[in-house]
């Protein structure tokens, strides 16, 4: 049986320029991501270790995070939240980019501090080593040695891609903001938000074109219209055909392997067939724009603190009075814009979860899939919402504004996030209409 070591001080293993030394090495390896607070974090620990002390939690909220003096760790997880993901990066740098260091700074759990312990090598079999007998054997062996990576480099190269998406993918999966959806056995039906289109006749019974009417989601709601407008029923004609916007294989490319890592059978349906049993049967993975929620817009801003604008295209916080809007409808060529996606999670029955991956337009649509296939976005949105509990993870939202030219989403913010009151979402109000 082995024993632990016990934990060092890094005073103890380290001399101060050492210390420093191995923090910018970590820093400049990018294992701690782009966000300037683990960062930050990392280099204060680092000068408390120096100095001797032990900082509270309360101290690295004011210090580090820039929280002010009233900041109530209590019922505030930030701290915790920066800390336990700090734990982690820290254990990816060791196991990713310093196999060879002889010890190791960590974060025990319960602890504001660092420690060090020793790293735990590799060792390497005698047996491998390879027993040079020959020069004419050395020759050959090399030989077929460049073969063998010349072969391994092919393949390599044609799998790297494959596996590394593989990784992003899994380490997304296995981040609390998924846990309810993935970890448990009712089915996940993934739900596309598409446009229902139908036919105007002309007086000679051909199509003269294609309408989309934002009332007119499904065939039976074109046989409600036909019904109240008896004069012009005659004139429309069910085509049995969709649209969904681009942004949507984009989309759908981010959050499909994170649904697939679950393990379980992924469904797919268009929101124009999407029915209540489905919503009450399976956990619901909406991928569409705002505009095209239909069914589902009651259940998303019944307990949010969101409205819908004067269109599709713009939101109301109903707190501030602060609208966004999108003006990324018709972006001329080579103009920036700004645009919004929208996140959302909540209960839609006892056993079963909504989660709303949407945007106004292309850019909020494919930022907000980004975001939610990436563990640092995904650790800002419980940072945004400042409570990790299950609870609070279950049911939020969360905005995201974008900028971007042509099209493309350059740079982003989250802007808004938000606990849902999930009292309220089963007595929602109707949904508004635009015609």
């Known amino acids: 049986v082995i024993k632990s070591k016990p934990l060092r001080t890094p005073n103890e293993t380290f001399g101060s320029k050492d210390l420093f030394a191995l923090c910018e090495r970590i820093i400049t390896s990018g294992a701690l991501g782009r966000s300037r607070n683990y960062r930050a974090l990392l280099q204060y620990l680092v000068q408390c270790s120096i100095e001797g002390k032990s900082p509270k939690e309360l101290e690295i909220a004011i210090d580090v995070l820039g929280r002010n003096n009233d900041f109530d760790v209590s019922v505030d997880s930030t701290v915790r939240v ?19 260091e002889n010890y190791r700074i960590i974060v ?25 007998r020959s ?16 072969i391994v480099n092919l393949a390599y190269m044609l799998s790297v891609n494959y596996s590394s998406q593989a990784m992003v993918s899994q380490s997304a999966a296995e981040h609390p903001v998924w846990d309810s959806v993935l ?64 942004g949507s294989a984009f989309a759908l490319a981010k959050i499909v392997p994170i649904l697939q890592a679950s393990g379980k059978a992924v469904n797919i349906t268009m929101m124009s067939d999407l029915t209540t049993p489905d919503i009450r049967n399976n956990h619901i993975v ?31 916080n109903t707190e501030t009075q602060e609208y966004y809007t999108s003006d990324a409808g018709l972006p001329e060529e080579g103009q920036p814009f700004r645009d919004y996606g929208m ?3 909540f209960p839609a029955s006892i056993d079963t979860q909504v989660v709303l991956i949407s945007g106004m337009r292309d850019a909020g649509l494919m ?69």
């Open 108 to 132: 025990p759990k319960g602890s504001y501090t660092l420690s060090v312990i020793p790293s735990i090598k590799k060792v390497e079999n005698s047996s491998s080593l390879f027993n040079q």
């Open 343 to 345: 996140f959302a999670k």
């Open 286 to 316: 909406y991928i569409g724009y705002i505009s095209a929620l239909e069914k589902l817009t009651d259940l998303t801003f019944a307990g949010s603190g969101l409205r819908i604008g004067r269109s599709y295209d713009e939101l109301l």
């Open 367 to 435: 930022h907000t899939a980004q975001a939610l296939s990436d563990t640092e976005s995904l650790d800002d949105l419980i940072i945004a919402i400042e409570n990790d509990t299950e609870e609070a993870i279950a049911s939020f939202e969360a905005l995201f504004e974008v900028f971007g030219v042509d099209r493309l989403n350059f740079d982003s913010n989250l802007v808004y996030a938000n606990q849902l009151d999930t009292n309220l979402i089963w007595s929602a109000p109707q949904s508004p209409r635009f015609n």
């Open 135 to 150: 020069q004419g054997n050395l020759n050959t062996g090399l030989l077929i040695a460049g073969l063998v990576l010349l």
């Open 183 to 246: 970890e448990d056995e009712q089915p996940i039906l993934l739900v596309m938000g598409d446009y229902y289109i139908f036919g105007e006749l002309n007086a000679n019974g051909n199509i003269a074109r294609m309408v989309r009417e934002f009332n007119v989601n499904s065939r039976s709601d074109l046989e409600e219209l036909r019904f109240s407008d008896i004069e012009k029923a005659e004139n429309y004609l069910d085509l049995d055909l969709s649209y969904m916007p681009e």
């Open 82 to 100: 920066y800390v336990h993901q700090l734990r982690k990066k820290l254990d990816a740098y060791f196991e990713e980019y310093a196999t060879e």
